[in-house]
């Protein structure tokens, strides 16, 4: 069973920035695709960035330009930069894996991220 452990949450004024971290149990050479999602309050999950093993990144609209999602690979952690923070980023984020072959999917805890306006 894998396990993600997120970090980096807190509370953070607007336009300040913030560094998520996602820790896995094994390597993450073993997933197709890594990424973050979000929850606000009332809302449904949505996506905020991916990246492939090869390392091909894809963001949400609502954060393109303001985000940067990466893998260090040798410590097994996918990490997510967060610039420019609005309000509206407020939620709680979470880490995603997933295996193409046998369509395994794994989710972090959450790890809250609240910014003041």
């Known amino acids: 069973q894998v396990e993600l452990v997120e970090s980096g949450g807190g509370l953070v004024q607007a336009g300040g920035s913030i560094r998520l971290s996602c820790a896995a149990s094994?390597?993450?050479?073993?997933?197709?695709?890594m990424g973050w999602y979000r929850q606000a309050p009332g809302k449904q999950r949505e996506l905020v960035a991916t990246?492939?093993?090869?390392?091909?990144?894809n963001y949400a609209d609502s954060v393109q330009g303001r985000c940067t999602i990466w893998t260090d690979n040798a410590e097994g952690t996918l990490y997510l930069q967060m610039n420019s923070l609005k309000p509206e980023d407020t939620a709680v984020y979470y880490c995603?894996?997933?295996?193409?072959?046998?369509?395994?999917?794994?989710w972090g805890q959450g790890t809250q991220v609240t910014v003041s306006s």
């Open positions: 995603n894996v997933h295996r193409n072959l046998d369509a395994y999917d794994v």
């Open positions: 094994i390597s993450i050479f073993n997933f197709n695709v």
């Open positions: 990246v492939t093993s090869g390392g091909v990144p």
